[in-house]
């Protein structure tokens, strides 16, 4: 009884951990460049950034300061 109890416990921690969404990071920064092809944003601290396709990088322009929030 108690082996059912630990492995039911355990596929219930599984299943949960699966459904949990990845944790959010957050930045603040000054933009040293922006590569619209590559849709990347290079911070002045030497950081690059992937945007994603419904960012639109043609308002973000070098010296401009951001607050970004990514998943890595």
């Given at each position: ?20 969404p990845a ?19 290079a ?30």
């Open positions: 009884m108690t082996g059912r109890i630990v492995g039911l416990f355990g596929s219930s921690v599984l299943a949960i951990s699966l459904c949990v944790l959010a990071q957050e930045t603040t920064g000054v933009v040293a460049a922006v590569d619209v092809g590559a849709r990347t944003i911070l002045n601290d030497g950081t690059l950034y992937l945007a994603p396709d419904h960012i639109a990088l043609g308002n973000v322009s070098p010296g401009m300061e951001v607050y970004l929030i990514f998943t890595s």
